[in-house]
């Protein structure tokens, strides 16, 4: 029986999924990304050398290792091109890549339309990546999207082009934007289609016969729980579903394949871009935390706002995603805090709420309930066993079990490879 794995980010992104997804695929036979698009900045560290990867899934670095670029993802093929060249400078040129006929395709139109909404919401911004990620999946589901597959059939693609372009063309002029010009998109498009269209394929059968075939599978998500649409701090989300969930819709795999869940959790919480963030530190420690754990954006260089552990979201994203064990990671970073904290609930209009609200408005009134527990000083970057760790660390990561009701499988104390004690045997075995 073939054995899957589902790699997700459980706070605001970042959490380290990048990490995980290569050190376990380094045993897969397949990496799938599921959802979102080149917002997604993923860190992958080994042998001394540090790669960051947008929408390329974290299995590229394996040549052994079957990658795919899921129907549910928004797909740029500029930047994938883009990436692929990075990646090519680098010497990692010996991969497997493919990339779903279904998914939906980013036109050039989708990053100024996304510039566009955010400068029109004022003091209100979201704080997108400026990819265009919203409006594609907008474009998606109101059935006016173009899709990678459409680049195999020319003809097909030039009479979806034309028509995305004269609704996007008086949209872009109603902003005071550039319209685009038929003949140039239409050109570089099948330019970028030579490159990759031998790539492009029916993904969801590959898959399903990977699947049927025994194969060990990691599905690699993007973003975090916080950030889901559905279940996040909407409408400070991104426009997709980064929970297990997705991967069925966005991999093209039943729920009864999706069985193995790890949530990536940072040891403490971090968010970039807007949005009520209730555990959110303003002094010293969040400059320190930020430093040390060098929180700034992947994608934009953006500082990454800096909070405590917040046990609300965890137990949240952890029922709502089926949890199975935490990554607990950047371990390390918390080492030299005299006091760490984490929050256990949240205080509101004269109430303790045991999971987020679902308005904003109301997120912003929550005061966090934190537990103070004793730091730890000494480096924990070498440790290679829970025994090695301190014992006021050891009490921090009983303390976060106990808190959600979840064990922590994997416990990652430096971003190398190397660094990641794996507590669980199950995951031992993957
Ligand atoms: P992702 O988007 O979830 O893949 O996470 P990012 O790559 O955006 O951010 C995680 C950052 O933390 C990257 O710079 C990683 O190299 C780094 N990192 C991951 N795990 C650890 C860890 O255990 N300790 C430290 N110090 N850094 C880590
Ligand atoms: P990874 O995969 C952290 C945030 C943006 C913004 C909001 C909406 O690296 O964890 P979007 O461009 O998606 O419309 O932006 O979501 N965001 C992320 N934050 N990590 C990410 O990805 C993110 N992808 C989007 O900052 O607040
Ligand atoms: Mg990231």
Same mark, same amino acid.
Do not use: C
């Given at each position: 029986m073939s054995e899957r794995l589902v790699v997700i980010g459980s706070q605001w992104g970042d959490e380290g999924k990048g990490k995980i997804t290569d050190y376990f695929a380094c045993r897969a036979d397949m990496v799938i990304r599921y959802q979102g698009g080149n917002n997604a900045g993923h860190t992958v560290a080994f042998d001394g050398n540090k790669y960051s990867l947008q929408s390329i899934p974290s299995g590229v670095f394996n040549p052994k290792t079957v990658n795919v670029m899921g129907n549910g993802m928004v797909v740029n093929p500029e930047s994938v091109v883009a990436e692929l060249q990075k990646l090519h400078d680098r010497g990692i040129n010996d991969y497997q890549l493919y990339i779903s006929d279904r998914a939906a395709m980013v036109m050039p139109w989708h990053a100024d339309l996304d510039g %566009?909404?955010?400068?029109? &919401?004022?003091?209100k911004l979201i704080g997108t990546t400026k990819k265009g990620i919203g409006p594609t999946y907008s474009d998606k589901y109101a059935r006016t999207g173009l899709r990678m597959g459409d680049l195999l059939e020319p003809e097909y693609f030039a009479e979806r082009l034309? %028509?995305?372009?004269?609704? &996007?063309?008086?949209e872009l002029k109603m902003l005071n934007l550039p319209e685009y010009d038929f003949d140039t998109v239409y050109n570089r498009y099948m330019e970028l289609a030579k490159i990759l269209g031998p790539m492009i394929t029916d993904t969801s059968a590959l898959i399903n016969e990977a699947i049927k075939s025994d194969k060990k599978i990691l599905f690699e998500g993007a973003q975090g729980m916080m950030l889901c649409c559905d279940h996040g701090t909407y409408p400070f989300v991104?426009?997709?579903?980064?929970?297990?969930?997705g991967v069925c819709v966005g991999a093209g795999v039943a729920p009864k394949w999706v069985d193995n869940v790890l949530g990536v959790a940072k040891a403490y919480c971090t968010r970039v871009g807007e949005g009520p963030f209730p555990t959110e530190l303003f002094d010293e420690r969040a400059h320190e935390i930020r430093e040390r754990g060098h929180e700034y954006g992947t994608v934009t260089g953006r500082p990454r706002r800096v909070g405590w552990f917040d046990a609300v979201v965890?137990?949240?994203?952890?029922?709502?995603?089926?949890?199975?064990?935490?990554?607990?990671m950047l371990f390390d970073v918390l080492s030299g805090l005299d006091k760490v904290m984490i929050c256990t609930g949240y205080e509101c209009d004269g109430e303790i709420l045991q999971a987020p609200p679902a308005t904003i408005n109301k997120l912003a009134r929550c005061k966090p309930v934190l537990i103070e527990m004793e730091g730890w000083k000494e480096d924990i970057t070498g440790a290679k066993s829970f025994d090695e760790l301190p014992e006021a660390a050891?009490?921090?990561?009983?303390k976060i079990e106990e808190l959600t009701g979840i064990p922590v499988g994997i416990i990652s104390v430096g971003p190398d490879r190397t660094q990641t004690i794996t507590v669980s045997e199950k995951l031992q075995k993957f």
């Open positions: %566009a909404y955010e400068a029109q &919401k004022g003091g034309k %028509a995305a372009l004269e609704v &996007k063309n008086m991104t426009s997709s579903s980064p929970s297990s969930a965890a137990r949240y994203t952890g029922m709502l995603a089926g949890i199975d064990n935490w990554a607990l050891k009490n921090y990561v009983k």
